[in-house]
């Protein structure tokens, strides 16, 4: 079983995200420019993460909502691989914003945040074409010790053969946690950006991982 792809989550400025991304290098597999980075810089975080980062695949964290293929289509314009659209959006926008990544050969990731029921909506998403499911613990909800492990537990007992992503205040000590459970991506913000040495972070995340 091939180790999980570990992808670094971007916010706060876009001056503290590039020299994040100084420091730790080549240890991540994936960078996501997160949806507080891109509130506060727009689409431009994408186009200057994308010059100072030529071939590691970049994902706008753009959670849309509505009009899936016009807001898609200015995430892939501006130098992103993948984008994200809300599992709980209409089907026409997760269909729109699928549209607008197969014309970029660009992928779409689904976030299960919020979503009543993971794996019947998760089937839908994967049957609309999204290429990635997320189970995403967000950071209001980490505040009252959630987690999102037992979660991904659930969604690969029900869905065992989908592509998997998994968030939510994950850092060295419980990455081991996700690994039973066969996930593509493991996505790491603050237990990488705010360790005492990030690089050193991350490379530890991906020795639980492999």
Same mark, same amino acid.
């Given at each position: /079983? @091939? ?20 420091? $730790? ?10 949806? @507080?980075?891109? $509130? ?22 753009l959670?849309? /909502? ?10 892939? +314009? ?12 209409? +089907? ?5 914003? $699928? ?8 992928? $779409?990731?689904?976030?299960?945040i919020?979503?009543? +029921? ?13 290429d ?6 967000g ?20 869905? @065992?053969d ?49």
């Amino acid at each position: /079983m @091939p180790r999980p792809a570990l992808q670094l989550a971007l916010d706060g400025s876009l001056e503290a995200a590039l020299r994040l991304l100084d420091v $730790v290098g080549d240890g991540v597999d994936r960078i996501e420019i997160g949806t @507080p980075l891109i $509130v506060r810089e727009g689409v431009r975080a994408v186009r200057t993460v994308r010059a100072a980062v030529r071939l590691v695949p970049i994902v706008a964290d753009l959670k849309i /909502m509505d009009a899936g293929e016009e807001e898609a289509d200015i995430a892939f +314009d501006a130098g992103a691989d993948e984008v994200t659209v809300l599992g709980v959006a209409d +089907d026409a926008t997760v269909h729109g914003a $699928v549209a607008s990544a197969r014309a970029h050969g660009g992928r $779409v990731v689904a976030d299960l945040i919020q979503t009543p +029921d993971p794996s019947v909506r998760g089937a839908r998403l994967l049957e609309l074409g999204a290429d990635l499911l997320a189970v995403h613990v967000g950071s209001d909800a980490q505040r009252r010790h959630l987690r999102p492990f037992e979660a991904l537990r659930s969604l690969r007992e029900a869905l @065992p053969d989908a592509p998997l992503a998994v968030a939510g205040g994950i850092d060295a000590a419980t990455a081991v946690r996700v690994s039973p459970y066969a996930p593509a991506v493991v996505i790491v913000g603050s237990g990488i950006a705010n360790a005492p040495d990030p690089r050193a972070a991350a490379m530890r995340i991906r020795e639980a991982l492999a």
